[in-house]
């Protein structure tokens, strides 16, 4: 059992930068793909950042390539995803997620835990 809890979200001007959070417990965290994914106002739930279980991997969204960057401290027990050159369009409700296996995945279907989430909010 993994649980997962998401910190650092915000209110920031267009431009500005935001560093997101997530505190993971159980024992196979470390073993595990880990997900960013965020969910604005009538929209669907969507693919952000994930990372594979060593951190040598990672894979982004195209509409946050160059801006996000997503990283894990294994030792921590902790990934964080730092947002650079927020948008408006980056409002949204940002959630952690884990996955059994090690890669890392695209897929919100292939995780098995799932934060709280945080809130984003992003003024232009």
């Known amino acids: 059992q993994v649980q997962l809890v998401e910190s650092g979200g915000g209110l920031v001007q267009a431009g500005g930068s935001l560093r997101l959070s997530c505190a993971a417990s159980?024992?196979?965290?470390?073993?595990?793909?880990m997900g960013w994914f965020r969910q604005a106002p009538g929209k669907e739930r969507e693919f952000v950042a994930t990372?594979?279980?060593?951190?040598?991997?990672?894979t982004y969204a195209d509409s946050v390539k160059g801006r996000f960057t997503i990283s894990r401290d294994n030792a921590k027990n902790t990934v964080s995803l730092q947002m650079n050159s927020l948008k408006p369009e980056d409002t949204a409700i940002y959630y952690c997620?884990?996955?059994?296996?090690?890669?890392?995945?695209?897929?919100?279907?292939?995780?098995?835990?799932w934060g709280q989430g945080t809130q984003v909010t992003v003024s232009s």
């Open positions: 997620a884990a996955r059994v296996g090690a890669t890392l995945s695209t897929s919100q279907f292939l995780y098995n835990y």
């Open positions: 159980g024992r196979t965290f470390s073993s595990g793909g």
């Open positions: 990372i594979n279980w060593s951190g040598s991997s990672t």
